[in-house]
């Protein structure tokens, strides 16, 4: 297969952002799994090599920073398709649907952005969440404030300190948080943004672009995805 001309050095270099389970983390091994890890292994494994994982801030992947500069091959991060990006990047086909949930400790609900007045609310830096917050703070005159933080360890982590009062991220996100801290917090309320994920190459390889769209279409039509999809994101 001609396809190791289509990545540099022998290797599908992947960027991503950890945490950002069940799509990316770490195993007990140290090892980076989840739900984008198994998919782009197909795509390696199509193009008879092998994946190696580079992490990295998100703000350079969606930036298109890092594959411009040849850091990696791939982008797969969990990552919004969104028109902004698009024209820094080019997106494959998309891979999941997701949508932003507010979380709070168990006890400490909150249904509305409105009952946040006056309290702080956690959010990723460089995420969709974060856009969709700062608009409805915009938008609707909020007197929450809105407080970054550098990956979703930090987001949790303040989450469970009582740093915030409540955090926004995506809900397949919080739902593995969920499973992994059974009783410690809820999803309390859902924001139906209607996101696609797509991985993501430097804007222009279209060579590449077409073998991760392809290994993905193949995977959906002979079951591959579906294993994959229960194994990391459940029925
Ligand atoms: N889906 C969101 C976005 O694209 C969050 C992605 C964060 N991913 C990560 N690996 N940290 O903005």
């Known amino acids: 297969e001609s396809g190791v001309a289509l990545v540099k050095s022998g290797v599908l270099t992947t960027c991503t952002h950890l945490p950002y389970a069940p799509f990316q983390s770490k195993d007990d091994s140290g090892k980076v799994v989840g739900f984008d890890v198994a998919l782009i292994d197909l795509v390696a494994a199509k193009l008879s090599v092998k994946q190696e994982i580079v992490d990295t801030p998100f703000e350079g992947i969606k930036s298109g920073a890092d594959l411009n500069s040849g850091k990696c091959d791939v982008a797969a991060a969990g990552m919004t398709i969104t028109d902004e990006r698009k024209k820094v990047i080019d ?13 709070t400790q ?25 856009e969709y917050i700062n608009a409805q703070v915009k938008q609707k005159g909020l007197k929450v404030e809105v407080v ?15 740093q915030v009062a409540a955090a926004v991220n995506d809900l397949p996100v919080w739902n593995e948080y ?12 859902g924001f139906d943004t209607g996101e696609q994920y797509g991985f993501a190459v430097k804007k ?8 991760v769209n392809e290994a993905l279409a193949s995977a959906r039509s002979d079951g591959t995805y579906d294993k994959i999809y229960k194994e990391w994101i459940g029925e």
């Open 148 to 162: 970054s933080y550098r990956d979703l360890a930090a987001l949790q982590q303040a989450l469970a300190t009582n």
């Open 106 to 130: 168990t006890g400490k609900e909150v249904k509305t952005l409105e009952e946040l007045a006056g309290k702080r609310l956690g959010v990723q830096g460089g995420t969709t969440g974060e």
């Open 91 to 103: 997106f494959s086909d998309p891979y999941f649907d997701a949508t932003q949930a507010l979380a």
């Open 204 to 211: 222009g390889n279209t060579e590449l672009l077409k073998s």
């Open 178 to 189: 969920i499973k992994a801290n059974p009783g410690k917090a809820v999803v309390a309320a």
